[in-house]
Every structure is written in structure tokens, then in C-alpha cells.
């Protein structure tokens, strides 16, 4: 079983940065890759960002090119959303997830979630 663990979401003005973690721990983390959804109140969980472990690889949603940007830390097993720009559209509750084969560009790939974090963009 994989754990991941995210950092404090927060509240933030419109314009503003944040930054979330997400750290896996468990049994031999073995995952492929890692990513972040988020889900708006009422709507459906939509994919934000991912990366391959490996290569460093990253992947964006259209609505995060050019303003978030993914990282990771091998060492830590630590994955990081910075999130620049920040606009009330991204008010969300922020997931990580974790895959082991494939890049979690939709949530039917991925093996482990964590628990959420919630981020409040002010306008």
C-alpha cells in the first residue's frame, strides 16, 4: 500500500503563488508516475499536472500551462505543484495521485489518492 501525503492547501488573492507537496511513503513506492487533480464544488475531478519519476517528464492540463509548474524530488519521494498566477477558477480541492504503469492524465489510472487539499483563490 502507497500513502500520499499533501501539504496545507491555503487561501490566496487572486494573482497570488502557492506551493503544494505531496509525499509517498509505504510499501517499496513503486509508482510510474505522479500527478494532481482537482475537483471545484459541483463538478467532476479533472487532471491538473503529472510526471514520470524517471525522466522528469511533465504534463499539463490547458489550464495550467504557463502558470503551474511540477516537480519532483527522488530522494524524498516528494512531488510539488507551484502554483503561480493563481485565479478564483482554481479554487479547488486539490488531489495527489499516484500511478503504476501509465501517466494519471485521468483519474481511471490511478492506483492511490491522497487525501486533498484545499485551495481558496480570493478575488
Known amino acids: 500500500q502507497v500513502q500520499l501525503v499533501e501539504s496545507e492547501g491555503g487561501l490566496v488573492q487572486a494573482g497570488g503563488s502557492l506551493r503544494l507537496s505531496c509525499a509517498a511513503s509505504g510499501r517499496t513506492f513503486s509508482s510510474a508516475a505522479m500527478g494532481w487533480f482537482r475537483q471545484a464544488p459541483g463538478k467532476e475531478r479533472e487532471f491538473v499536472a503529472a510526471i514520470w519519476w524517471s525522466t522528469g517528464s511533465a504534463y499539463y492540463a490547458d489550464s495550467a500551462k504557463g502558470r503551474f509548474t511540477i516537480s519532483r524530488d527522488n530522494t524524498k519521494n516528494t512531488v510539488y505543484l507551484q502554483m503561480n498566477s493563481l485565479k478564483p477558477e482554481d479554487t479547488a480541492v486539490y488531489f495527489c495521485?499516484?500511478?503504476?504503469?501509465?501517466?494519471?492524465?485521468?483519474?481511471?489510472?490511478?492506483?492511490?489518492w491522497g487525501q486533498g487539499t484545499r485551495v481558496t483563490v480570493s478575488s
Open positions: 495521485a499516484a500511478s503504476s504503469f501509465r501517466v494519471p492524465k485521468t483519474t481511471t489510472v490511478v492506483d492511490y
